[in-house]
């Protein structure tokens, strides 16, 4: 069965900008907005093979992609990237920050550069791309953003100080420019993420220890953060949703 699917074209013709999109998360929300007819920028900063093989998939099965490289945490690199892609498509509908990584141990062992960087890619990335997304989004007086927080930035995480830290700023900064954009008709939501299979999850060494604070007992899939994602941005029902955090984590989290 093909990728495009004729009763799933809802975002036919638009164009969906994806952070860190050549594996894990991002990778099945790539698919699932290509497979709604988007076309679709898989932005990486360093898996150039990765992200070349999801763009072959993606046209092979009759969507359409393309891969382009920038580090989402330097202004000069978003800059580049925003204007290939107006170059390219001429306008951005959606907008998934989703580039993250971690640099994880306890506080007194964190040192200053691990604090940085993380803060610098999870948090400061998603605001470079959110500015330089809503300029043409303002124009369209249309978009939606959506961000990649996690529960760690809820509920805090032990060795997590850095990661928790910039995922509790990118819910506060979900809702702020929700606030600031709402009147020219974008939305802008978050999704936390449980504890999900991916490359990120795969060192844990505490699997049967987490599985007791997941109610349904299981770890999340990268495809069920991308359904969630698919339906911010492709839906009509989700037009009048905004400055929302939808959490997606098997439970794991209830308030």
Known sequence: MELLNENLQKLRGQVAIITG?????????????ASYG??????????????DSLV????????????????????????AL???????????DILVNNAGITRDTLLLRMKPEDWQAVIDLNLTGVFLCTRAASKVMLKQRSGRIINIASVAG??????????????????????????????R???VNAVAPGF?????????????????????????????????VRFLAADPAAAYITGQVFNVDGGMVMA
Do not use: C, H, W
Not at 57 to 76: N, P
Not at 82 to 92: G, L, Q
């Open 21 to 33: 999109a050549s594996r894990g998360i991002g990778r099945a929300i790539a698919l699932e907005l």
């Open 38 to 51: 988007a076309n679709v920028v898989v932005n990486y900063a360093r898996s150039s093979a990765e992200a």
């Open 56 to 79: 072959t998939e993606i046209t092979a099965a009759s969507g359409q992609a393309v891969a382009l490289q920038a580090d989402v945490s330097k202004i000069e690199q978003v800059e």
């Open 82 to 92: 925003f204007n290939a892609v107006i170059d390219k498509f001429k306008r951005i």
């Open 154 to 183: 809820q509920m805090g995480n032990p060795g997590q100080a850095n990661y928790s830290a910039a995922k509790a700023g990118v819910i506060g900064f979900t809702k702020t420019v929700a606030k600031e954009l709402a009147s």
């Open 185 to 187: 008709g974008i939305t």
């Open 196 to 228: 999900i299979v991916t490359d990120m999850t795969s060192n844990l060494s505490n699997t049967e220890e987490v599985l007791k604070y997941i109610p349904l007992g299981r770890y999340g899939q990268p495809e069920e953060i991308a359904g969630m």
